[in-house]
């Protein structure tokens, strides 16, 4: 299949990259940070979680951030919501996207929601109904789809039921996710093939983490199975706190770097995204994990 020529980018560090760090960074830097990113053209950018702030204090004071962000034509800032309450607070703020977040694994299921794949799949259908029925649009997250921390590997049949289960609830996207980082290409690709044989391709995005430098690889075998929208998160911030070593998100910079060497599009300056990374990173008291930020400073 020939890649597409345009690819969405969703950046998930504001969320998922930050959340996953020992130092809590204040609404002010984060929304630096967000506006960052939107100058370097990133149109779809998840900017926290309405989740309890006793188990994920870095999310806290999502409401702050968001209110700081008015609508722009053509950008979304979607928000992590748990059940309903997280959805009750979300609509609170204002927020015009969400998204729920499920698992293939029953055992990270267990340790990362505290409940069942099916009992979790069971708490997101109100959320998905009563989201849509208000007008916000539902984005669905499948984690462990290439490994479990917990399990190992992953049997594709369950990755391709909760997928679908997402679908059918309304997610208009579902973004699947190797959570450790364990995923080879042909495994990848496999994955996503399999998937799409139950969810429409177009419908469908890919969430690589790079513990063991496999993410771009496994991207590039992704796009040429058709895929057309890519997580990644500035500076490749991230990691897992359920998943020992795990390391980041693909970093954005990297993405683009090899996304604009292949000639395909993105709408992502580099130049925009590294400025972005050396924000968060001094915020975070570190330099940038990416290969790309590595090299220039090199």
Do not use: H
């Given at each position: 299949?020939?890649?597409?020529?345009?690819?969405?980018?969703?950046?998930?560090?504001?969320?998922?990259?930050?959340?996953?760090?020992a130092l809590t960074v204040p609404p002010a830097t984060r929304v630096a940070f967000i506006d960052a990113l939107l100058a370097a053209g990133l149109a779809t950018i998840e900017i926290g979680s309405f989740v309890?702030?006793?188990?994920?204090?870095?999310?806290?004071?999502?409401?702050?951030?968001?209110?700081?962000?008015?609508?722009?034509?053509?950008?979304?800032?979607?928000?992590?919501?748990?059940?309903?309450?997280?959805?009750?607070?979300?609509?609170a703020a204002g927020a015009q996207e969400i998204a729920v977040f499920g698992a293939a694994s029953e055992s990270f299921?267990?340790?990362?929601?505290?409940?069942?794949?099916?009992?979790?799949?069971?708490?997101?259908?109100?959320?998905?109904?009563?989201?849509?029925?208000?007008?916000?649009r539902v984005r669905g997250y499948v984690s462990c789809v290439l490994g479990c921390p917990y399990e190992g590997e992953v049997p594709m049949a369950k990755v391709v039921e909760v997928s679908a289960a997402l679908a059918a609830m309304g997610c208009y996207e579902?973004?699947?996710?190797?959570?450790?980082?364990?995923?080879?290409?042909?495994?990848?690709?496999?994955?996503?093939?399999?998937?799409?044989?139950?969810?429409p391709m177009p419908r469908l995005a890919v969430h690589f983490h790079?513990?063991?430098?496999?993410?771009?690889?496994?991207?590039?075998?992704?796009?040429?199975?058709?895929?057309?929208?890519?997580?990644?998160?500035?500076?490749?911030?991230?990691?897992?706190?359920?998943?020992?070593?795990?390391?980041?998100?693909?970093?954005?910079?990297d993405l683009v770097y090899m996304l604009d060497g292949m000639g395909?599009?993105?709408?992502?300056?580099l130049a925009g995204v590294l400025a972005a990374a050396r924000l968060i990173g001094t915020a975070l008291g570190k330099a940038p994990g990416s290969r790309l930020s590595r090299a220039r400073q090199g």
């Open positions: 299949m020939t890649i597409s020529q345009q690819i969405r980018i969703v950046e998930v560090g504001p969320r998922d990259g930050l959340q996953n760090e309890s702030p006793k188990w994920v204090p870095q999310m806290a004071d999502t409401d702050i951030v968001l209110a700081a962000l008015p609508p722009r034509p053509g950008v979304s800032f979607p928000v992590l919501v748990p059940n309903m309450q997280g959805l009750a607070a979300a609509q299921s267990r340790r990362n929601t505290n409940c069942s794949i099916a009992e979790g799949l069971e708490r997101f259908r109100p959320v998905c109904s009563a989201a849509l029925a208000a007008g916000i579902i973004s699947l996710g190797d959570t450790i980082g364990v995923g080879t290409p042909l495994k990848a690709r496999a994955m996503l093939e399999a998937v799409a044989s139950a969810v790079d513990t063991y430098g496999q993410a771009l690889a496994n991207i590039l075998a992704c796009l040429e199975a058709g895929v057309g929208v890519i997580d990644a998160a500035a500076g490749g911030l991230g990691g897992c706190p359920y998943a020992k070593g795990a390391s980041g998100n693909v970093a954005t910079e395909v599009a993105s709408g992502v300056s």
